[in-house]
Every structure is written in C-alpha cells, then in structure tokens.
C-alpha cells in the first residue's frame, strides 16, 4: 500500500486519466484506481472528492447529474480540453521527476 | 445503510448545511454504499465491510478546507436537544394525545347520550318522568360527560412547558435522530391504519341516521346518537394516532416543524392573534349594537376562510422569496 503523502501530487493526474476514456462517476473511478494499482493504492473517499471541487473550479472536469439504473442520483465527471492539457503538462512533468529521482536510487 | 448515514452524519455535524455540503454528502454517501454492497457481494461480513468503508473514508477537514468552508463556530452552533428530553417529550405526546382523544371521545359521547335521552323522552319511553325534566336529564348527561372532558384537555396540555425547547430550532445527534425515525417508522403502518378505519366510520356514521329515518321519524334521534358515538370514536383516532405523529414530525423536525415552516408559523401566530380579536370585535358590536345574532355568527367561517387564503399566500410568498 502507497502513503498518500508521496502520491499526493498526482491524485488529479490519476482521475483525469480515468476520465480519458469518457465520463464516470465516484465510486467507479475510485474502484478502478485500486483495481489498476493492483490493491496497492485506495484513494480515500474525501480525497477523491477534494480533488473533484479542484479540478471543477480549475475548470479541468464538468459534472452533470444523471438518475443511475437503480434510480439512484449521481453525479458524472468529464474531462474538459482545458483538462486534458492539464493532463498532458503533468504527465511530462512526471517523466522528468522520474528521470530525476531515479538518479538518486539505486540498491543499497 | 443506517450505519453509514449515522457515520456520516456525525462527520458533518461540525459544518455548516449549505445546499453545496448536503450534495456533496449525499454523493459520499452514495459512493459508500455502493463500496458497501460490493465488499458483502465478495463475501465480507457486513462489520467487516463497514469498516473497510469507514477506514477509506479519509478526513473531513481535508475535503472542508478545499471547498473553503469554515466549520460552524460554537456559538453559532444551534442548541443540542438532550436525550431525556426528546424521551421524555416522546412520552408527553403520548399522554396528551390519549387524553385528548379521550376528550374529545367524551364531548361527542356526551351528545350522543343527550340525543338518545332526548329521543327517549319525546316517545315517553322515561316512565314517570315529566317531559321537562327529560329535557332537563338529557342536559344534564350532556354537561357529566363534557367536563370531565375539559379536565382532560386541561390535562393534556399540562407538562407542556418543559418542553419549549422544541419550539425554536434545534439540532439531533445523529444517533437520536436515528433512532427516532426508526421508532416513526415503526409506528406509521399503525398510524396509517387508523386514518383508514377513522375514514371508513365517519363515512359510514351517517347511515345510522338514514336507518333511524325509514324505522321512523322518533327514530332518528336513536340513529343520530350511533352516529355521534361512532364519530366519538373517529375522534378519538384522529387526535390520538394524529397526535403522535405530529409529536415526531416535532422531534424531526419536518412536515410542519421544519425551521423555516417555524419562522413562518411564528409570524402567521402574530398575525392571528389580530385577526381573530377583530372578528370576535366585530361579531360582539353587531349582536349587541344591532342585535343580528341570527346571521353574526358567520363572521367566524368567513374569518377562517379569509386567513387561510392570507396564510397560503404567505407561504407561497416566502417559497419564492426562498427560490430567489
């Protein structure tokens, strides 16, 4: 399991790449996170949520409400184009502070 | 998922309700729900699963401050109702609603009772009494069963004081408030069936009289009495059963005691309270200035019509003053 602390940076990254493939909502992004990780990362519940006010007053995702098969109210996320940019600057920004750390590692 | 909603409840307990904060708990909700039922469809039991929930919750503060909201100051916070008082008023309410129905069991008892002993007295069937005195014995029973009957109205009101916390806002713990909407819904089916038994008697009641009618003209009195007696009982039903459900709707704090229908009903009290003493005003100056006591009388209906018409308007004002 992943400290939160060290991932902290990249929760948004992590929902908006969920978000790539068309909209969806709470818990299915918050199931295929942990299903992706393989178990070793669960994004705790007021995570998921803080990130979504974020990125929503970022303007990076919209929401819109829909009734869910059981009739359920919920609310659905989708990656906007300012979003996606978003996406793309922190995915570069990743490689470099991959190649950076990785300078820094090896087996002691 | 009680649990869950008692969980989250308390959570959210230290913030302030904006329509925002109360979307965003329904979703959570939601969400953990549907985590809830997954992990018990893999096979968990369901404390276990309550826990995984509840352990990838996370924290509240984090979510709070990035929405940018301030938790509630102590100050502003609104009075906690105390656990023996919601109990105790819980049992006031019962009390007063019995006596109440009871009351007004014993008011219609009373004119069912003075009906048939006056229809007794018309066909002569008292004996050796005089027709007068009749008359006078069917008051009489009438005027037995009437003050015991105000006795206990007094009664149901008493004890009434301890209570007036109830009448401003307040907020549940969430552990109180869940208990009494399970104690409400356990008792709504009752509730329900005595409005249909109620509702079914008083449309039936006046068939007494109907068959008092084709038996014979001296035998409506005798039909009418069964009628009043059965109404008795609708009373009773309605007052009683009626009573209580509008003791937790209190508790609760919804149907007519949510905090704006209070503000609402505060202000409609005032106004009342005017109203009313004009039309008692003016229903005195014309019976004893103008001695039209035959057609005053109507003042009261045409009042009451009146300010129900100003009362919807008020409300509907304040629903669009709400929505602006």
Known sequence: ?108 | MDVLKTYLDSLFAAWPRTAQVDDLKREMLGTMEEKYEELKREGRSEHESIGIVISEFGSIDELMEELGIEPIGEEERLPALPENVAAGYEGFVRRSALLQGLGWMLVLLGLAAMMLIAGLNEQGALGSLSADSGYLLAAVALFLLVVPAVGLFIGSASGREAYRMLDEEFELSPGLKADLERKWAAFRPARSRSVIVAACLGVLSPVAVLIGALRGEGEIPYGAAIMLALLGLVAFLFAYYGGIHQGYQKLLQTGEFTPEKKAENRALQGISAIVWSIALVVYFISGFVYQRWDVNWAVFPVTAVLFGAIGGMYTMQCKSKGKA
Not at chain 1, 35 to 54: C, G, I, P, Q
């Open chain 1, 1 to 108: 399991m992943i400290s939160s602390d060290v991932i902290r940076g990249y929760n948004d990254t992590i929902i908006l790449y969920m978000l790539l493939d068309g909209e969806s909502y709470g818990y299915e992004i918050s199931k295929n996170i942990r299903r992706l990780s393989e178990d070793k990362y669960v994004m705790k519940e007021t995570t998921l949520y803080s990130a979504f006010a974020r990125l929503e007053k970022n303007g990076y995702i919209s929401s819109l409400h829909k009734d869910g098969e059981t009739g359920k109210r919920r609310t659905y996320y989708r990656i906007t184009p300012d979003g996606l940019a978003y996406y793309r600057d922190k995915c570069r920004e990743w490689q470099i502070t991959q190649e950076v750390v990785d300078k820094f590692i090896k087996e002691a």
